[in-house]
């Protein structure tokens, strides 16, 4: 059935999308619910079509409200700007920025572009991963290296830190919220991809095991990583796959690359729940943010309260 009604209620099963599993049926619910209990907005159109989609923001919407705060909106500012400056390999689309409330872009600029204006405030989550860290110096969104990008793809965030005695280390980060990872690289590998990883620090064999749909992504971006840590830039460096604490799916796909690699502990998860709570001070933020994204283990409960206002 096609929905013709943009401000039918969040909760009504007129809305589902046949190809969401389980996971993305919730989440799809989560951001339904904060469209209309929270900014009190219609549904919009699907990108490039007329169909009504309830995760979706009206047309025109531009940066806010998919983009939270004046510090998220700024980071997406200036990464747009950066990819057009300094050529670098990136997408940012800006009608996904803008009205798509499920996508994991307009997440990572809500999370790690709102706290790029002060990175130090990230030093307790970059110290998980790199124990000698001293300082925090820089958060770079939908950021790559110049050269040796054999993918043509871009960090979600990048984090650049000081270690001790000066040495300098990254993280780069991928996002994930709903998507699929089953359709995300649905072609076979290109032979470069092979080749590079063949002649890198993956077990003999890795480059035929990780060419499948769902673990393409995950594998491309760790390879991404080796790039940068190979340009002599950094003395170290680590993938960070950052989704939701229950996402089984981006949890087991890691699990999966890190048991292909040489050395495990180069790429790791990190739920986007260890990232809000390791943040010094923005309280603000981190409750608004939270509720929008991590609060999904409430919609069972939000539906029957629902269920039972409409009754009485």
């Known amino acids: 059935m096609t929905v013709t009604d943009a401000n039918l209620s969040w909760t009504s099963p007129e809305w589902r999308e046949r190809g969401d599993s389980v996971w993305q049926r919730t989440l799809?619910?989560?951001?339904?619910?904060?469209?209309q209990a929270r900014k009190g907005v219609p549904a919009g159109p699907m990108t490039g079509g007329s169909r009504l989609v309830s995760s979706m923001l009206p047309t025109g919407t531009e940066w806010v409200p998919n983009l939270m705060t004046q510090a998220a909106v700024?980071?997406?500012?200036?990464?747009?700007?950066?990819?057009?400056?300094?050529?670098?390999?990136?997408?940012?689309?800006?009608?996904?920025?803008?009205?798509?409330?499920?996508?994991?872009?307009?997440?990572?600029?809500n999370l790690f572009g709102h706290l790029s204006a002060d990175p130090?405030?990230?030093?307790?989550?970059?110290?998980?991963?790199?124990?000698d860290v001293e300082t925090v110096d820089e958060v770079r969104l939908e950021w790559a290296p110049l050269t040796g990008n054999t993918g043509g793809s871009a960090f979600d965030a990048f984090i650049s830190y000081t270690r001790r005695g000066g040495a300098r280390g990254f993280l780069g980060i991928e996002c994930k919220?709903?998507?699929?990872?089953?359709?995300?690289?649905?072609?076979?590998?290109?032979?470069?991809?092979?080749?590079?990883?063949?002649?890198?620090?993956?077990?003999?064999?890795?480059?035929?095991?990780?060419?499948?749909?769902?673990?393409?992504?995950?594998w491309y971006n760790q390879l991404l990583t080796q790039r940068?840590?190979?340009?002599?830039?950094?003395?170290?460096g680590i993938g960070v796959v950052v989704a939701c604490h229950d996402d089984a799916s981006a949890r087991g796909v890691v699990e999966s690359i890190c048991a292909e690699l040489d050395d495990p502990t180069t790429l790791r998860f990190s739920?986007?729940?260890?990232?809000?709570d390791?943040?010094?001070?923005?309280?603000?933020?981190?409750?608004?943010?939270?509720?929008?994204?991590?609060?999904?283990?409430?919609?069972?409960?939000?539906?029957?309260?629902?269920?039972?206002?409409n009754s009485m």
């Open 120 to 131: 130090s405030v990230l030093f307790e989550w970059v110290h998980s991963f790199q124990d």
């Open 28 to 35: 799809r619910l989560q951001q339904s619910w904060w469209r």
């Open 271 to 276: 739920s986007i729940n260890d990232v809000v």
């Open 74 to 109: 700024d980071a997406a500012k200036r990464a747009r700007d950066d990819l057009v400056a300094e050529r670098r390999p990136g997408i940012i689309q800006l009608d996904r920025l803008h009205r798509n409330l499920l996508s994991s872009q307009p997440l990572c600029f």
């Open 228 to 236: 940068v840590l190979s340009t002599g830039d950094f003395t170290s």
């Open 278 to 309: 390791a943040v010094a001070g923005n309280e603000s933020w981190r409750l608004d943010f939270a509720e929008r994204y991590l609060t999904y283990d409430q919609i069972p409960a939000r539906l029957a309260a629902a269920k039972n206002s």
């Open 177 to 218: 919220y709903a998507e699929n990872l089953a359709k995300a690289q649905p072609k076979p590998a290109h032979e470069k991809f092979k080749v590079e990883t063949a002649d890198g620090p993956w077990r003999r064999g890795a480059e035929t095991r990780l060419d499948r749909p769902r673990l393409r992504q995950f």
